[in-house]
């Protein structure tokens, strides 16, 4: 990759406002993740590539190292690999697939890609024709050595704590020990902030009406009138109004980073959780 074709810009992913550096390259190491239940594809005149941190004028070391990363082979890329097949196969499998009239391979193009050295993260925002791999979209993050999927919702929440100016370089503990429900109302100004369509709200609603978490020094217990949950609590961490909670179970293949804002006796994530009186 020419590293001087890259151009500053305050134009970030959906016309976020966000400074980085932005330019076009072919990350031939995520071009080879292909498998019997994915593969993932670059676009002719490559990626779009967004540097954010560094000095803002040229890529750091750290930028240039993930580059090179995303265009060989790594063994962190393996578990890209099977962090996607692992959704996929878990929204349908192969053979479902092809029992409805789909390509059993689900196609995965690789749209966008972030680096980040303030925080040290990488994403990939992918977009696929197929409406059944996640319609809300997907983004695979690279953080803190592990990968993880999130939802469309990412982006909008990357760019506003990446907006916010770093006071301090330590994590601090926090404790939100205690019971939180579902706060409904919270919820639909949320999502109707974010711009989604009526009906993607309605149904965000529906799965999270009745939803309580109880969360406790080593646990979280997601109690919901359908479907229940126990995740074991690996951490919990807060920077500013930021908490970031790891979360595993015994049917996850990697554990999952939460990141919600908190905002008085509320956080905000996918949905709004209050704290109960």
Not at 18 to 40: C, D, E, M, V, Y
Request: include cysteine; charged fraction near 25%.
């Amino acid at each position: 990759m020419q590293i001087d074709s890259l151009k500053t810009t305050t134009r970030f992913l959906g016309g976020a406002k966000l400074r980085s550096l932005a330019g076009k390259f072919q990350p031939n190491g995520l071009r080879a993740i292909r498998s019997t239940a994915i593969a993932l594809k670059v676009p002719k005149a490559g990626s779009k590539l967004l540097l954010v941190g560094g000095n803002g004028k040229s890529a750091s070391t750290w930028h240039c190292a993930e580059v090179e990363h995303l265009e060989g082979e790594s063994p962190d890329l393996e578990k890209l690999k099977a962090a996607l097949e692992d959704h996929v196969e878990r929204i349908m499998t192969s053979a479902e697939r092809h029992q409805n009239g789909l390509n059993p391979v689900a196609e995965l193009t690789v749209a966008d890609v972030v680096l980040d050295d303030t925080r040290k993260l990488v994403f990939l925002n992918l977009t696929s024709n197929e409406t059944d791999i996640d319609e809300h979209g997907l983004v695979a993050v690279f953080e803190n050595a592990a990968w993880r999927l999130e939802d469309g919702g990412y982006v909008s929440s990357y760019v506003q704590d990446a907006a916010i100016p770093e006071i301090g370089s330590d994590l601090t503990p926090v404790s939100i020990v205690g019971r939180w429900i579902f706060d409904e109302q919270a919820t639909v100004e949320m999502l109707k902030k974010k711009g989604g369509p009526d009906r993607w709200i309605n149904e965000s609603i529906a799965h999270s009406r009745g939803m309580e978490w109880i969360i406790t020094e080593s646990k979280i217990v997601q109690i919901h009138p359908v479907h229940s949950r126990d995740y074991r609590l690996l951490s919990c961490e807060i920077r500013k109004s930021i908490c970031q909670i790891t979360v595993d179970t015994i049917a996850m293949k990697f554990p999952e980073v939460w990141k919600m804002r908190i905002k008085g006796d509320r956080l905000f994530g996918g949905c709004v959780m209050k704290r109960a009186e």
